[in-house]
């Protein structure tokens, strides 16, 4: 029999061995900043009421069945979801050159889109694409399960705990021509850290001047500003210019449908020929992968965004969870830096965008928190802003203040 003494034993997944820890921990007030899910003020997973109302119009339907979708997903989802990101107006989709499949979240979007790219792209060299340094983690493991080999492009600088833009420009300049970048649409996983509208405009210029095509990772539409448009500002900005690209994208926070799955791969294309030709190329693939996406998400989000009624709560929901955040990121800097003086500058708190923010610790004032407060987070000092409510707010603000002292 065969005794797989070859295989050797993987570590657990970082951020889910976390999630164990902070389970198994008996201590009262215990906080959790691992997990990038949100949590309403009383800690508890939040089903957006909006979702409510659409799943009850679902339940209520008796024409539903459970066949299959179609292999792209349901047409309803995908056109609503491109419109989403691209823009209601995009003329891209109005001239017939996007191509939308639906996916299993975002993961499976980055996965199809990788896929795709192994297959298709015409690599200048070896096949190889350029990650922000640093990115989620889960990034290097979807490259490289279809062969393409991941390198890191400066993104984040340590000592000004924001963008490293020079660092970055230079990254796209010294690249091979049409090299692929993979680029955060918005609220940049884990820094928090994005570029701003003008630094986007010279970032689509070196990308244009170099051939290269830009794989967009939209996961968080909404959670950034609070505002689905604003956050899709970069995406629609580099379609406008003509930067040939893809756009990964994800239900997943935005509508709280992390389990379910829902998910979208959008590739805009230079012309309706290609488009057709790349649409039917992503059919293939997605036969041998999963045959059919499934259903139950997409028709959700599919009602959400078709109906105006729905979309309008919707949209009052994403405010709800954006500016709940906000509101943390403003009154955890202020018992640090009004109350107890922290010692350092935390204005980076204020600035960076959506559910994370790197705090600048280091690993051993990490592992202090962890181990002394109870408060779990990863090594390199991310937190999950959304773990913080107004119950844990000054025990993580005192507890921090520790660790830095
Ligand atoms: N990309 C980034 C940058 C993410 O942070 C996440 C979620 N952690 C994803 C993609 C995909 O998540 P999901 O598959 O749950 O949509």
């Known amino acids: 029999a065969e005794s797989w003494n070859e295989v050797p034993l993987a570590p657990p997944d970082s951020i889910f061995k976390l999630t164990a820890s902070y389970k198994a921990d008996t201590f ?36 539903l069945d459970h066949e299959y979708l179609p292999i792209t997903g349901l047409p309803e ?9 691209l823009g209601s107006d995009s003329p891209a989709i109005k001239e017939g050159r996007t191509v939308s499949v639906q996916t299993i979240s975002g993961t499976g979007a980055n996965h199809l889109g990788a896929l795709f790219l192994s297959r298709f792209y015409h690599f200048n060299g070896p ?31 340590p000592s000004t705990i924001g963008l490293h833009f020079s660092g970055f420009l230079s990254s796209l300049r010294n690249a091979p021509s049409r090299s692929i970048f993979l680029l955060h649409a918005c609220a940049h996983n884990p820094t928090g850290v994005d570029p701003t509208p003008e630094q986007w405009d010279a970032i689509a210029s070196v990308i244009l001047e170099r051939g290269h095509y830009a794989f967009f990772d939209c996961a968080y539409q909404g959670f950034a500003s609070g505002d689905l448009d604003r956050d899709a500002a970069a995406v629609r900005s580099f379609v406008e210019k003509g930067v040939p690209l893809l756009v990964c994208q994800s239900f997943a926070k935005n509508a709280g449908l992390y389990g379910e799955r829902v998910g979208a791969l959008h590739v805009v294309a230079p012309t309706k ?47 709800t969870m954006a500016h709940r955040i906000i509101d943390m990121r403003q009154k955890l800097y202020d018992i ?43 090594a390199n000092g991310r937190i999950s802003m959304a773990g913080l409510n107004s119950h844990n707010l000054r025990y993580f603000a005192e507890s921090l203040d520790k660790v830095v002292r």
């Open 28 to 63: 009262p007030q215990k906080v959790n900043l691992g997990v990038g899910a949100y949590r309403d003020d009383d800690n508890k997973p939040w089903v957006l009421p909006v979702v409510k109302k659409a799943t009850h119009l679902l339940l209520n339907d008796p024409t």
């Open 77 to 85: 989802f995908t056109a609503g979801a491109a419109k989403l990101i």
């Open 336 to 378: 640090l830096t009004k109350e107890l003086h922290t010692p350092g500058s935390w204005d980076h708190i204020l600035k960076q965008i959506g559910m994370f923010s790197f705090t600048g610790i280091n690993p051993d004032q990490s592992k202090a928190l962890v181990e002394k407060a109870h408060v779990y987070l990863t």
């Open 273 to 319: 020929e290609a488009a057709d030709r790349v649409r039917s190329q992503l059919s293939v693939l997605q036969r041998s992968e999963i045959s059919n996406p499934p259903s139950h998400g997409a028709r959700l989000v599919s009602l959400i965004l078709n109906n105006p009624e729905l979309f309008e709560d919707w949209k009052q929901d994403i405010r």
């Open 127 to 157: 096949k190889q694409i350029y990650l922000s340094d640093p990115t989620w983690a889960n990034h290097h493991a979807i490259f490289r399960n279809v062969g393409i080999e991941p390198h890191n492009y400066a993104y984040y600088d």
